[in-house]
């Protein structure tokens, strides 16, 4: 879209900031004959035909440069002119309730907007920093909420497996993870979720700042830690309802997590908890540095579930090249079986096609290639070689020889199988898995 072609304006509505209708009319009429009403227009248009949840905006002597984050990327955008860009965000923050004179304290405020027959909540957050300003807008995404691992996007086999594990009623440990702000929270609610909740009593137990949406038919049970308390403070109380199953959310220290055990064994009842990792190796080593009780721990401990996100491709312009065998056996493939792979068409300001039109972007992803999220899972099932290396208090590359073995399926093979699917693309994988 053109920054400077003021008939070319995208129906961007605006909702002011304003204390009622008179006020907030007013301030929309101070802004229309700005030379930056236009620009904020466009900028709110792209940012969600992008998608995008926050778009950033940083300010130098001579220009200003735009980021968009979509799906937790990065992507950059056109800059911008200074003067553009003091005329744009003049107008930004009188939408938004702010003072468009302060250019250092920081600021905040908000508007809504209207585009595509979508309404949007919008707010702007502007801070001075060494080389001008940066300024950040955001936009509330309505997401539908994820219940369930099918969603998530694991298999029916795996989650047989799962299943198994979550229908046993005696004292033992699973381990759920995931890297925190990538489906951290969607994989514990998909574990949860995966339960048997009208048979038996589930309870999660949560820190007060920490207390997240509701699982359906799992009781929710939360502590103050500010007042001293710990997720052990709840537990009396909580044990004469006679619960068949506790989840904890958090594990502080290996002392919280011996606590946990104990109750589990006492008990006589299973216990789910979460905690960071990349993989389940990874997972499984972050929780033995917290120092635990590692006999009790290895011998408690009978799967751990790990999931990562990854970017769909847009199935709207996708394109298809025919694989070298060199990568099919990389990614384990069949060579004989897949004719075809696909990768992202990723727009490109000017590009022109083979008869030197201009092409246009994909109005179903933006030009970014990518339209949506999945989760990759991979889960370890520990057996009696793991429970001994863990008390030899072996390494990685050891403990990830010995999964091997058991013929653990990894996030490397689900993820071959989605490529192969042409779900997602080998780069989009290889940036997953390569990111620490």
Not at 224 to 251: H, I, W, Y
Not at 404 to 422: C, D, F, N, P, Y
Request: charged content about 30%.
């Amino acid at each position: 879209m053109s920054f400077d072609e003021e008939y070319d304006r995208p129906p961007v509505s605006f909702t002011p900031a304003g204390d009622d209708d008179e006020a907030r009319e007013t301030n929309l009429e101070m802004v229309k004959p700005s030379p930056g009403y236009f620009t904020v227009s466009v900028l709110i248009a792209e940012a969600i035909v992008k998608r995008s949840e926050v778009t950033v905006l940083d300010y130098t002597s001579n220009q200003v440069t735009v980021r968009y984050q979509i799906d937790g990327i990065w992507h950059a955008g056109p800059p911008m002119e200074r003067e553009t860009g003091d005329y744009m965000l003049a107008t930004l923050k009188q939408l938004a309730g702010m003072d468009y004179r302060e250019r250092r304290a920081r600021q905040t405020g908000n508007f809504a907007t209207e585009y595509q027959k979508t309404r949007q909540k919008i707010r702007v957050v502007s801070q001075g920093v060494k080389t001008g300003e940066r300024v950040a807008v955001y936009i509330t995404w309505k997401k539908e909420l994820i219940e369930t691992v099918e969603e998530l996007g694991m298999r029916s086999s795996m989650k047989e497996k799962l299943r198994e594990v979550l229908r046993r009623d005696d004292s033992h440990l699973l381990l759920v993870s995931a890297k925190p702000g990538e489906g951290y929270t969607s994989a514990w609610r998909g574990v949860l979720s995966a339960c048997d909740r009208l048979t038996r009593d589930f309870f999660v137990i949560e820190e007060e700042s920490l207390v997240e949406q509701e699982v359906i038919n799992f009781g929710s049970i939360t502590f103050d830690k500010g007042k001293g308390e710990t997720s052990m403070t709840p537990l009396p109380q909580l044990l004469l309802k006679e619960p068949n199953v506790l989840a904890f959310n958090d594990v502080p220290d290996g002392g919280s997590l011996n606590d946990m055990m104990a109750i589990s064994s006492k008990h006589d009842m299973p216990i789910f908890v979460r905690g960071p990792g990349r993989n389940c190796i990874d997972a499984l080593l972050r929780i033995v540095g917290l120092k635990p009780d590692l006999e009790k721990f290895a011998n408690m401990l009978t799967m751990v579930v790990c999931m990562r996100k990854l970017r769909k491709l847009c199935q709207t312009c996708k394109v298809d090249y025919k694989p070298h065998p060199d990568l099919l056996r990389k990614l384990g493939l069949p060579e004989g079986r897949i004719s075809e792979l696909y990768r992202p068409f990723v727009y490109r300001e000017g590009m022109v096609d083979e008869e030197e039109k201009e092409v246009e972007p994909c109005k179903t992803c933006g030009g970014i290639g990518y339209y949506g999220l999945t989760g990759i899972f991979e889960m370890l099932e520990v057996n009696q070689t793991m429970r001994s290396a863990l008390l030899k208090k072996s390494d990685q590359q050891t403990l990830k020889s010995i999964a091997q073995k058991s013929r653990q399926v990894t996030m490397r093979q689900e993820g071959a199988l989605l490529i192969a699917q042409g779900i997602t693309s080998v780069e989009e994988l290889q940036r997953v898995l390569s990111l620490k």
